[in-house]
């Protein structure tokens, strides 16, 4: 696997790989995103709203908690476990069907460090473009939220426009793009593991994209219990 | 000229080769002929050095492939075109890109010289300008190992291997890429190693043949001795088809005959 880290053998050709995995690892994952963030933010909306009913706790909570929701693990953790089955399985799966086909020994056969030339792209690529995904999957839930507002007697969309302002800390949407860079690189290498060692068939290529996918939402979670702990202490 | 000197392997505690000494001559068609699963695949890869064997030497005109450092070893890579058993095309690439490709990487060429390079040699498989812009996944088999051959030559290599050129392929088919091989061989000297279960392939282009049988190298020669060898798995591999059984009886019927006039 270190043979993944290494200078590449022509920069051009690197870049231009680097280009197409930022498109289809990244940019491709844009629809997903912004669905689930809308859906999510807008149940997350509606449950608040049915359960903070206490006259104690002041109205704006619902926007203040969708918000903190949203920033805090939605947006970040709950985005890679889901991005870890779309991205994970492509990438495993993709990597795996080159060995079984001996793509990767013909690149080896021709000099070319294979490790480096497949994965790195797509660890680099993904890992640039993800914070994108975590802006825009932070913003798509809180339109979510809104349209429930905007939509539904359930409460005003002053009140919730307000909600979602207030006690805004900053740090918060950093702490969820640290976060996503260290879950992304998981994603992404896990799964490049997992396709490069693949041996056999078509059945194991299979298998490894599901394992990547498991081994990596597993990694993803504990990574989530380290990365809070050390980031919002 | 390439030597193996006494390998062996095993997978898992399972030997797969068995001490195989075997030469392969500059500027001929070297053939390694055996039954599927007799282990010419793995040995072809431990040649090229995908594989490494446990036990033997093998010698690129004289320079021990196991002493290489990285650097000498992509040295002798860049010097070796390789078609796989499967072809193993890129699937995102076009036939153009898929030719273009050892070119983008390693020759200094600019890039009207390496699209010129590489469209001569797709023109020099015998495949039709049409096919440039398709994708693997859409012409034939026979198509695929035709690009497969022009990416391999495409750097000019001086040692070409190919494993089963012609297998899955009609045997009109099989002729036409035999005898670009074996063109190609003579026309720019390279030590060329094919791996095949195909008599055809072994009568029209077996400038010198290494039988495997079950990992063993059981006989070399060429394809003007191999009937007349003595070597029981040789005469079965040789005479396992309707057409060769043929031929033993007419041998045998020959030699019947001069004994008789003796
Ligand atoms: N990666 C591997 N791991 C374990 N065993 C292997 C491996 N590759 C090959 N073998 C074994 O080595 C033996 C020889 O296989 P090989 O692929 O070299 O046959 P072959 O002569 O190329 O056959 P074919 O003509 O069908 O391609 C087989 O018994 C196979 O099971
Ligand atoms: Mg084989």
């Known amino acids: 696997m270190t043979q993944v880290f290494r200078t590449p053998d022509k920069w051009r050709v690197f870049l231009k790989n680097l280009v197409a995995e930022i498109s289809k690892l990244g940019v491709d994952s844009i629809p997903l995103v912004i669905i689930i963030s809308i859906f999510i933010g807008a149940v997350i909306t509606i449950q608040m709203t049915l359960n903070i009913v206490s006259p104690l706790i002041p109205s704006y909570s619902t926007g203040l908690a969708t918000r903190e929701i949203l920033l805090l693990e939605f947006s970040s953790s709950i985005l890679s476990l889901i991005l870890a089955g779309k991205v994970g399985s492509n990438i495993a799966s993709e990597i795996g069907t080159m060995r079984v086909t001996e793509q990767i020994d013909a690149l080896d056969i021709m000099g070319i460090n294979s490790a480096c030339f497949i994965v790195l792209p797509k660890v680099v690529g993904f890992v640039l473009f993800v914070p994108v995904l975590v802006v825009l999957s932070m913003f798509m839930g809180l339109l979510g939220g809104w349209a429930v507002a905007k939509f539904t007697t359930m409460l005003t969309v002053e009140n919730y426009v307000y909600g979602i302002q207030t006690m805004f800390r900053e740090w918060y949407v950093w702490y969820g793009i640290i976060k996503t860079f260290f879950f992304a690189f998981i994603i992404t290498s896990v799964a490049a593991y997992y396709g490069y060692y693949v041996k056999g068939g078509a059945l194991e290529v299979g298998k490894a994209s599901t394992n990547a996918v498991v081994s990596s939402s597993i990694l993803i979670l504990l990574a989530d219990v380290i990365l809070t702990k050390l980031l919002l202490q | ?262």
């Open chain 2, 1 to 262: 000229m390439i030597e193996a000197e006494g390998v062996s392997k095993w997978f898992d505690g399972q030997q797969v080769l068995f001490d195989i000494t075997a030469r392969f001559e500059t500027g001929k068609t070297n053939l390694i002929i055996g039954q599927s699963g007799s282990g010419k695949t793995v040995f072809m890869k431990c040649l090229i050095g995908l594989l490494t064997p446990e036990e033997g030497v093998i010698r690129y005109d004289g320079r021990l492939l196991r002493n290489m450092n990285n650097n000498e070893r992509r040295q002798l890579r860049m010097e070796i075109g390789m078609l796989f058993q499967g072809s193993a095309l890129f699937d995102n690439e076009t036939v153009l890109g898929n030719v273009m490709f050892p070119l983008k990487m390693f020759s200094p060429l600019s890039y009207r010289e390496q699209l010129e390079r590489a469209q001569f040699c797709i023109r020099r498989v015998g495949l039709e300008a049409t096919a440039d812009n398709k994708y693997p996944s859409e012409i034939s088999g026979g198509m695929q190992k035709r690009v497969a051959i022009a990416r391999a030559i495409a750097l000019n290599p001086r040692y070409l291997f190919c494993d089963e050129p012609n297998s899955g392929l009609d045997p009109k088919t099989s002729i036409l890429i035999d005898e670009l091989l074996s063109d190609i061989t003579h026309e720019y000297g390279i030590t060329t190693v094919i791996n095949t279960h195909d008599m055809n392939s072994v009568l029209g282009i077996g400038e010198h043949i290494v039988f495997i049988n079950k990992g063993h190298c059981d006989w070399t020669g060429d394809d003007r001795n191999i009937f007349r060898s003595t070597s029981k798995s040789l005469n079965d591999f040789v005479f396992a088809s309707h057409l060769f059984q043929e031929v033993k009886r007419f041998l045998e019927r020959e030699a019947e005959a001069q004994e008789g006039q003796s």
